[in-house]
């Protein structure tokens, strides 16, 4: 006879705030994996409705308020959009292949990465943008700003919402869910774990997307392995990107990443002179 497994634990019941309503289980015993990813269950002690999403700023437990200065400034634009903004080089509302290809090597990509950024990323996603203004493709693969919501792929973290807004419930899920240590970072194995998390049944474009878009954000942001929440929430609004700007314009450079030959990183070190390396 097989040996019986270990009954799972008791389910965790969590209260609805201010003591009103019927206490709830977060993990049932049928299904094991609901324990094995609890979701952020306070979130709400400090986010205003964080179920909710929100338009403009990007929230989380340790910013409330989110980005304030830059979300005021963009406060006009939700935060997929404010995420793509750092790429209108001439606030045009329209991203061109050109811009994609800036962008990224302001962000200190090697040549490579930005060839197949300005590639892949103009081929997959301009006609979803496209089609808030014409069921025709553009021609030329610009990426238009005010239709960014309709390029949104399934298989993604659930953080913006289809119309492109911020759901901190989401973005504080990928910690509660990811991170093994609960310290706020997640490591290149807990990464993959969130992509694999986020599958959808046949859905090779969303994996496709969501593998590129993670590994990308992943050479962005390492940090001594691992990528920590602040950096991948300004990530998700978009306002890190400016900063990494500037600092690299200014000669300071961004210290964080994992890649070959960008900014001087073998790996997740800088190993190299990145003043040295093509700007």
Request: with cysteine; aromatic share 14%.
């Amino acid at each position: 006879m097989a040996e019986e497994s270990s009954p799972p634990p008791k389910y965790e019941a969590k209260r609805v705030p201010d003591g009103y309503g019927w206490d709830f289980a977060t993990a049932v015993p049928r299904c094991p994996v609901t324990y094995r990813r609890p979701p952020a269950v306070n979130a709400d002690k400090i986010i205003e409705s964080p179920g909710v999403a929100h338009a403009n700023r990007a929230p989380s437990v340790d910013m409330p308020e989110g980005s304030v200065e830059y979300s005021d400034k963009y406060s006009e634009y939700t935060v997929l959009q404010q995420h793509v903004l750092f790429w209108d080089r001439n606030n045009d509302g329209i991203i061109t292949p050109i811009d994609v290809w800036v962008g990224f090597r302001d962000l200190g990509f090697n040549i490579p990465t930005c060839l197949l950024a300005c590639t892949v990323i103009p081929f997959a996603f301009s006609y979803g943008t496209v089609m808030k203004h014409s069921y025709l493709p553009d021609p030329f693969f610009r990426l238009y700003i005010d239709g960014v919501h309709k390029a949104k792929h399934g298989s993604d973290s659930g953080v913006y919402d289809t119309e492109g807004r911020f759901v901190p419930q989401k973005f504080e899920d990928i910690f509660a869910n990811c991170s093994e240590r609960k310290d706020d970072t997640l490591t290149f194995k807990e990464v993959f774990g969130l992509m694999s998390r986020n599958r959808c049944a046949v859905d090779p474009f969303g994996w496709t997307a969501s593998f590129f878009e993670w590994v990308t954000t992943w050479m962005l942001l390492a940090k001594d392995g691992k990528i920590h929440k602040e950096d991948l929430r300004r990530v998700y609004d978009g306002s890190l990107f400016w900063e990494i700007r500037e600092k690299r314009h200014s000669g300071e450079g961004w210290k964080q990443g994992w890649g070959i030959g960008g900014d001087g990183f073998i790996g997740h070190r800088q190993r190299l002179n990145p003043h040295k390396i093509m700007a």
